[in-house]
């Protein structure tokens, strides 16, 4: 692939991110919405299902964005909300959630 | 050599990425569609040469698309690709024993995906 054909494609998904950034932040402010709602011990079935399918799309999504580091994190916490398993990592949803906030916010 | 491919995945940031990858850096043909039947009907209409399924979609999700793709006599030749974002192995395994020709997985590199894509029909 030539130098500008890649400049292009990489321009051309810098668009698509700044569109399609708003249902990526709202799927991240359910995300947020779980994380609080779990550290109350308030989190109802509907929220968990809710947080494990925006959980699963941000994993899917983010890498092909570039943000790998986003993608292993949605992971980490579909695996939480699907009850998969890895407990230990239950204590730290809501240090995971905000680390996948900041990497979005801050995608260049 | 010039391709046609269908893209079918409800979601639509998913569909635009891969097909802005298939169109821009492969020249490929790319139809998209948002839902199993709605792919299914395009893949009648237009007859591509393969068919990229996502697994997760509501309704009719991969594997059910898949099956009446097999099922109807206009669309059983058309290779199609599984499409996940799921990693386990036993997701793998029994996705792959469905018969599609292979598994992509999400997230994919836009700049890999026409490569990915080509190596697993064998039209390097």
Request: hydrophobic share 45%; glycine share 4%.
């Amino acid at each position: 692939m030539e130098p500008a054909e890649q400049s292009a494609l990489s321009q051309a998904l810098d668009q698509l991110w700044a569109r399609f950034l708003p249902q990526i932040e709202e799927r991240v402010s359910i995300l947020e919405s779980a994380a609080a709602a779990f550290s109350a011990n308030q989190l109802s079935p509907a929220e968990r299902e809710a947080a494990s399918a925006a959980a699963h799309k941000l994993a899917g999504v983010l890498g092909t964005f570039g943000l790998t580091r986003g993608t292993d994190l949605a992971r980490e916490l579909e695996i939480v909300y699907t009850g998969e398993g890895v407990p230990a990592l239950s204590p730290h949803i809501a240090e995971i959630t905000a680390e996948l906030r900041d990497i979005i916010e801050n995608r260049k | 050599m010039s391709h046609s491919i269908l893209i079918v995945d409800d979601e639509d940031d998913i569909r635009e990425v891969a097909a802005l990858s298939l169109e821009s850096i492969a020249d490929w043909k790319v139809y998209v569609a948002s839902s199993g039947a709605k792919g299914l009907a395009l893949a009648i209409q237009h007859q591509p040469d393969a068919i990229v399924l996502d697994v997760m979609m509501p309704v009719m999700d991969g594997p059910a698309t898949f099956r009446e793709l097999q099922m109807n006599p206009k669309t059983a030749h058309i290779p199609v690709l599984l499409l996940t974002a799921k990693v386990q192995s036993s997701d793998q395994r029994r996705f792959a024993d469905l018969g599609v020709k292979a598994v992509l997985f999400k997230p994919f590199d836009p700049l890999t995906l026409a490569d990915q894509i080509s190596s697993a029909l064998g039209w390097d």
